[in-house]
């Protein structure tokens, strides 16, 4: 039998809203075909941005937006992207499919898709084939107040007044796609590029050096070790694949499930490691380890371009993303920004889009129950779970965090991982005297259900009625793959 012990009169940090963060590039449908219409189209749009999208997304929270990649954010020249939608020069996106971008999606249509969603802005600036001085000016360009070539050119622009920005990326992956380099050779660029990203205008950013991926310590332990006390942030990168023989977002088995699910788990301990290193230079954790990618990584599907990352997205996602959260909850003094990648029609989307059509995934349900945790004090707990086994996988078959809202109000979130076995789970919750027990679940028929443009509700959420609360005991019954957030209040 599962164990979970929560003390609701315990708080141990908060969980920063920011970890519920979205990342959004010009790659494939995310950004054309995904917010950006055009103002010409038929299809309900404000100033060129979808309505039914931006209705979506606000009623899911989305705290921050990272923008424009990605890879495709170091060979992103921001000038191409401003004035006359009809006079801006087009580029080759080399990385994401070779397809001819036009830029009509640029930094004004950027702000005002973040001022319709009530979202904070992130832009990733272009160190990999940028130049300093091409920073320096977007910055100025965006948030400078007085007089200046840079403002001069976004008042004709249409823009008199600038905007506010705090969230700053110097640069995207430069191990990789990013430009190849070396953690010393970075970390010289991001102290050369940081120092010319001026604070304008009372505007204060929080600036983002690119950070490390997987299990690569050494790259965190050079920027932490030559860039701390010039840097707000550390970006952290890593995406769980997609199972072990499988590559398809749909058509698996269950060791594929199980594979995946223990890969997603993995985040756990490449934050606590991550963050061991960062804790040498930085045992107060001033400096935020920020996951700004994150997810599933599935094979395309089939018949799409296979440069434009399009994958569907069933219960098993879901699974991730509440065990992901989960794990977020957990290192909260550390993780306390996350993006995941990406928002539509690309990766492990939250919204899919065909034509005048959209659909929510499985992913959006998650974010959607969760965001009761943004914001919230996590909770002081414990769990002793059980285990499933799949074959040679062996994971906890229960996932949980807790948090406790400003109203007062706990919520406790669990995934149940086992793709078929109910979990049952008896707890004590301390600190919640009185208090009512109500929930909500996702789960769905099968290990790879997910929603489709035929059948759009195939997966959501749904009344929970399988958890009782008595003088402290809890009981839980949670369904086979399932994710579930209860209320106490
Ligand atoms: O999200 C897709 C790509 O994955 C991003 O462009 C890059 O940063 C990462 O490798």
């Keep these: 039998m599962n164990k979970l012990w929560i003390n609701a009169d315990q708080p141990v940090g908060t969980i920063d809203k920011h970890v519920y963060g979205h990342f959004s590039e010009h790659l494939g449908r995310c950004i054309y075909d995904g917010y950006w219409t055009g103002e010409k189209s038929s299809i309900p749009n404000t100033r060129g941005i979808r309505n039914d999208i931006v209705k979506a997304l606000k009623k899911m929270g989305i705290p921050n937006l990272r923008w424009p990649g990605g890879c495709f954010a170091d060979e992103y020249h921001w000038m191409d992207g401003i004035g006359p939608r009809n006079q801006r020069p087009k580029m080759i996106n080399t990385h994401w499919g070779g397809v001819v971008e036009n830029n009509h999606f640029g930094t004004h249509e950027f702000f005002d898709l973040c001022e319709q969603l009530g979202t904070e802005p992130y832009i990733c600036g272009n160190v990999g084939s940028g130049t300093v001085q091409e920073m320096q000016q977007w910055v100025e360009y965006i948030t400078f107040d007085g007089k200046s070539p840079m403002t001069d050119l976004r008042r004709k622009n249409g823009r008199e007044k600038p905007w506010k920005i705090k969230f700053w990326g110097v640069g995207n992956e430069n191990w990789g796609c990013g430009g190849s380099m070396r953690p010393e050779y970075y970390a010289d660029n991001y102290r050369r590029y940081a120092t010319y990203c001026r604070n304008f205008s009372g505007n204060q950013l929080f600036r983002i050096a690119c950070g490390s991926w997987n299990d690569n310590y050494n790259w965190t332990d050079v920027l932490m070790r030559e860039c701390y006390g010039r840097m707000q942030g550390l970006s952290y990168h890593f995406y769980c694949g997609s199972g072990k023989n499988s590559r398809s977002a749909t ?84 993780v306390r920004i996350a993006n995941i990648a990406q928002t539509i029609n690309v990766l492990q989307a939250v919204v899919l889009t ?72 008896s707890g004590l919750v301390r600190g919640a005297d009185g208090a009512k027990i109500t929930g909500t679940v996702l789960t769905a028929p099968a290990i790879n259900t997910c929603n489709t443009f035929d059948k759009p509700n195939a997966v959501k959420p749904q009344d929970f009625d399988g958890a009782t609360l008595k003088a402290g005991k809890l009981t839980v019954k949670l369904p086979p793959r399932s994710v579930v957030v209860l209320e106490i209040a």
Aim: with cysteine; proline share 4%; hydrophobic share 40%.
């Design 354 to 425: 065909e034509g005048k059509k959209m659909i929510l995934t499985p992913t959006y349900h998650v974010f959607d129950m969760f965001q009761v945790h943004q914001d919230a004090a996590a909770l002081n707990m414990a769990i002793e779970s059980d285990n499933y086994v799949c074959q040679d996988v062996t994971v906890p078959a229960v996932s949980a965090s807790a948090s406790k809202d400003a109203a007062g109000k706990v919520h406790v979130s669990l995934c149940n991982l086992d793709a078929d076995k109910a979990q049952e789970i």
């Design 251 to 334: 058509q698996f088995e269950e060791i594929d499930w199980a594979w995946q699910l223990k890969t997603a788990l993995q985040m756990d301990e490449f934050v606590a490691r991550h963050s061991t290193v960062m804790d040498k230079y930085d045992p107060q954790a001033s400096v935020p380890l920020v996951v700004d990618e994150w997810g599933a990584w599935h094979a395309c599907e089939p018949g799409t371009n296979p440069g434009f990352l399009y994958q569907q997205n069933s219960i098993r996602d879901a699974l991730v993303a509440g065990v992901t959260f989960n794990i977020f909850h957990k290192h909260c003094k550390r």
